[in-house]
T-cell receptor, first 113, second 117 residues
Framework: NAGVTQTPKFRILKIGQSMTLQCTQD?????MYWYRQDPGMGLKLIYY???????DKGEVPNGYNVSRSTTEDFPLRLELAAPSQTSVYFC????????????FGSGTRLTVV | AQKVTQAQTEISVVEKEDVTLDCVYE???????LFWYKQPPSGELVFLIR??????QNEISGRYSWNFQKSTSSFNFTITASQVVDSAVYFC??????????????FGTGTRLTVIP
């Protein structure tokens, strides 16, 4: 029972490079989310999805893109990395129930230099 | 607007002491959910508890207990007889219903708890 799996765990990017953060869940959750956590701060929502083919912006979407072709996968794309995107990124999933708690992945620590 | 305030940035206690982590929230919703998550030094986020706005009963789970008071918009978390393994950052979060029906968790800035042996 893997839950939510994120890869990679760590990455260093140069300014202007692109990369995709992978996220897969095996719990058949409809809802998936990407958050970023800056040092000393709580998590902020980047993008979310309520099902395959449906995505929407969260609080801090600029500089990111997402896609949801399957229920299981929800990758996050950084097109032109900037130092402001240095953060820890968490993927999460939940049932389609407002009271459902999230299951989080273990996080990806990204540094842009 | 939705807001979660965890005024205690860092707390240090000696092992076996009790400690309470404060959480105050603001919401425009009449129906909402509150959560606590633990983030140990390893970095993952661990779900601890969920409470809906219609259930003001306090809850106890082992050494953990939660006090939900709508009148003061607070959802405080107490650890009894703290242990070194309790050292972590603790986040309080409030559900925020998005337009599509999905559920954004609006997080506080966290309280770093250090339990000294």
């Amino acid at each position: 029972n893997a839950g939510v799996t994120q890869t990679p765990k760590f990455r260093i990017l140069k300014i202007g490079q692109s990369m995709t953060l992978q996220c897969t869940q095996d719990m058949n959750h409809n809802y998936m989310y990407w958050y970023r956590q800056d040092p000393g701060m709580g998590l902020k929502l980047i993008y979310y999805s309520v099902g395959a083919g449906i995505t929407d912006k969260g609080e801090v979407p600029n500089g990111y893109n997402v896609s949801r072709s399957t229920t299981e996968d929800f990758p996050l794309r950084l097109e032109l990395a900037a130092p402001s995107q240095t953060s820890v990124y968490f993927c999460a999933s939940s049932y389609a129930d407002r009271g459902s708690g999230y299951t989080f992945g273990s996080g990806t620590r990204l540094t842009v230099v | 607007a939705q807001k979660v305030t965890q005024a205690q940035t860092e707390i240090s206690v000696v092992e076996k002491e009790d400690v309470t982590l404060d959480c105050v929230y603001e919401t425009r919703d009449t129906t909402y959910y509150l959560f606590w998550y633990k983030q140990p030094p390893s970095g993952e986020l661990v779900f601890l508890i969920r409470r809906n706005s219609f259930d003001e009963q306090n809850e106890i789970s082992g050494r953990y207990s939660w006090n939900f008071q709508k009148s003061t918009s607070s959802f405080n978390f107490t650890i009894t007889a703290s242990q070194v393994v309790d050292s972590a950052v603790y986040f309080c979060a409030l559900s925020d219903l998005l337009q599509t029906g999905a559920n954004n968790l609006f997080f506080g800035t966290g309280t770093r708890l250090t339990v000294i042996p």
